[in-house]
């Protein structure tokens, strides 16, 4: 398996610590609203890179976090009466259902961060014992960017770009402009706070990810985990910060490997105009079938930014319209074994870097070629147990083609509804300048 390294911005060969058990940790969405296209495309991403390691023949243990308390999240309780825990589980069913409509296999950890506070507060002490992390005057405790003098080797930012971090803490009594803040002191009787060996407070976003990495996995003397991932937005600062933890707390790089997924964003005028409920899966859901929806954003690679239109999810359709044409003629039969030849292609396409759309045109092909095959030799149970078990291979990788083939041609995109023209847009159309609005995934 070859993967594309984002901090060492190239094309390695993925050696896991542990030689058949895979560690990856992916940031998870902060759960104050509900999930939009970005979250998916992460989903996604991180998820055909889990089957396509499951094919491969390694164990593999993916953690995906909830950040569960975060200043979003209290803004968005001051607004309702439910509870910290109501309304953050709330979004969390919500997100997980969305996940599921889209075939996205669950993590096999999927921790929250008040349920991880014990770990987080003993990160925290350990830095502060290290002497790498401060108190100020408010109680707040911050992290000592400038004791790392590795600090920037994830994201290869120098130091004195600092605006990104800075702006928004001003007049914060940080030591250093990168500083950031790993534990909240309590703001008085409206905050939520926790009690904790440190003071009644709350953690910050960076900490909890390597408290959680920390909880969850070992590693060597060298790395925690192997695969750490996010979109590309979260590289810096979030990123950045998590790697200097670790590395202060622990000795250890937090990973291995780096991967990032590209943005999301919507082609077309109408949309960028509506910035709003139109980007949420649950409303994609209500139009499209889920599977489409599936098989249209995995057919981008993972890498690159993705562009929604209609016209591509339209194409995405008629793709996966013809392989399940294919699985219809092939019922009637148990799969036996894939086509070998078919089954290599495929998988080294998938070990370069989740390299989908060779592996989506490898797909095409076996499925023109069993058609003529069939065309020619209708009664060939031999054959039709391969197709079927190709079929099968498929939807262990990709996770498309489940369906009974019935059930899957009675959907139908209804490409008329107006609704699906405000939702989506028309491809090319020029969004005018300054209205671009990419979709973060992750975050
Ligand atoms: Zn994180």
């Known amino acids: 398996m070859y993967i594309f390294d984002s901090v060492k911005r190239e094309k390695v060969k993925f050696e896991p610590i542990f030689k058949e058990n895979v560690s990856i940790y992916v940031c998870g969405p902060t759960v104050y609203d509900n999930a939009h296209l970005g979250h998916a495309k992460s989903a996604l991403s991180f998820d055909l890179l889990y089957r396509t390691l499951k094919e491969l023949g390694y164990s593999v243990t993916l953690c995906r976090n909830f950040t569960d308390i975060d200043d979003k999240i209290i803004n968005k309780l001051n607004e309702s009466d439910r509870t910290l825990k109501e309304l953050t589980d709330y979004y969390i069913d919500r997100y997980l259902e969305d996940m599921r409509a889209l075939n996205v296999i669950d993590a096999t950890i999927q921790p929250k961060a008040t349920e991880s506070l014990d770990a987080i507060e003993s990160f925290i002490l350990k830095l502060l014992e290290k002497n790498v992390a401060y108190r100020v005057e408010n109680g707040d405790i911050y992290f000592d960017t400038s004791k790392d003098v590795k600090y920037g080797n994830i994201s290869k930012r120098v130091v004195d770009e600092d605006r990104t971090q800075s702006r928004i803490e001003i007049n914060s009594l940080k030591r250093n ?26 953690p910050g976003w960076h900490i909890e990810c390597s408290a959680m990495v920390e909880k969850y996995f070992i590693g060597d003397d060298n790395y925690i985990i192997d695969i750490h991932g996010g979109g590309a937005d979260l590289i810096f600062p979030h990123h950045e910060n998590e790697a200097s933890q670790t590395r202060c707390a622990t000795g250890k790089e937090i990973a291995k490997y780096w991967m990032h997924n590209g943005f999301v964003q919507i082609d077309g005028e109408k949309m960028s105009k509506s910035l709003g409920n139109s980007f949420f899966v649950k409303d994609a859901l209500s139009v499209y079938d889920g599977e489409v929806l599936r098989y249209y954003l995995i057919s981008v690679h993972y890498r690159n930014d993705f562009n929604f239109n209609e016209e591509d999810l339209i194409a995405s359709k008629k793709r996966l319209d013809k392989l399940y044409r294919l699985k219809k003629r092939v019922l009637n039969v148990t799969s036996s074994n894939p086509n070998i030849d078919f089954k290599n292609r495929l998988i080294e396409a998938m070990s370069d870097d989740l390299n989908v759309s060779v592996a989506l045109s490898i797909i095409d092909e076996m499925i023109n070629l069993a058609n003529e095959k069939l065309d020619k030799n209708s009664k060939d149970k031999n054959l039709k147990k391969e197709i079927l078990a190709n079929i099968e291979l498929i939807n262990r990788v990709f996770g498309i083609g489940e369906r009974e083939p019935l059930n899957y041609f009675q959907i139908g995109i209804d490409y008329k509804r107006e609704n699906n023209r405000r939702l989506i847009g028309k491809k090319g159309a020029k969004r005018p300048r300054g209205e671009e609005k990419p979709i973060f995934p992750g975050r």
């Open 177 to 202: 402009s990168k500083d950031f803040v790993l534990w909240k002191n309590c703001q008085g009787e409206d905050d939520i706070c926790f009690d904790s060996r440190l003071n009644s407070g709350r």
